[in-house]
């Protein structure tokens, strides 16, 4: 994978955030192909539980200040970033202080789910998209990691399809196992469609549960990674039906093989 560009893009990420699967893998797959010469980048938001004097993120000016749209509302992007410690990765933090200052990820203390995570993953996808543009960074690959990243394969094919940075840019998703219960807010699907996203290509947004998020995120992928041995029956089957490349899932202890594999022979 020497050279090859790997753009990740994740809900969330160690060391910023405690260890899940999701977390865990959106650190180990970038770190394996840094080891093997590859070019990678890693983008998450910046929530506000993300201890940012611990792991010294600081606000990189230039690429701030632009307002991104989201359901008719002006919103301002601020990028910060950051190093893991030893590893040479630099990470991305998507941040504004409407959506991302609260001190959590995705629920109150309650365990309610915010009600404007449509939202933030809206605000979470343009953003990235728009930090890349100006980073004039163009990658071969975007791996999408977690629930909060998955708009962004929708807003790849259809509201940035023109971009010519990314003509020739395949898209991963890695599926994982069901996070949270209930849906977001039903008006998601509206909200998405504002954007110029055709309602057709959307349905499974109509009732956006966890599956059917991560089902518009699949369908308007290039290729699936089923990541996790908790996945449930109707995912993997829908993932099969697409009739998009995929791989099954591999032991933690095997992965590495089998992901740069993948990317190799699969997606590139």
Known sequence: MEDKRILYVSSEVVPYLAENEVSLMSYDVPKMINDQGGQIRIFMPRYGNINERRHQLHEVIRLSGMNLVVNDM??????????????????????????????????????????????????????VVETVKKLNWVPD??????????????????????????????????????????????????????????????????????ENILKASIAHSDAVIIASENVSDDMVKFVEASGKPFLPYVPKDKFAEEYTNFYKNQVL
């Open 74 to 127: 002006d919103m301002p992007l601020i990028i910060k970033v950051a190093s893991i410690p030893k590893e040479r990765i630099q990470v991305y933090f998507i941040d504004n202080d409407e959506y991302f200052k609260r001190k959590a990820t995705f629920a109150d203390e309650d365990g309610t789910l915010y009600p404007d995570n449509d939202e933030r993953s809206i605000f979470f996808a343009k953003g």
């Open 141 to 210: 690959i975007i791996h999408v990691h977690g629930w909060m990243a998955a708009m962004l394969p929708i807003y790849m094919k259809h509201f940035y399809k023109d971009e010519a940075l990314f003509a020739d840019t395949k898209i991963v998703t890695s599926v994982y196992g069901q996070s949270f219960d209930g849906t977001l807010d039903n008006e998601m699907i509206k909200k998405v469609v504002f954007d110029d996203v055709p309602e057709s290509d959307i349905k499974h947004l109509a009732e956006p549960t966890y």
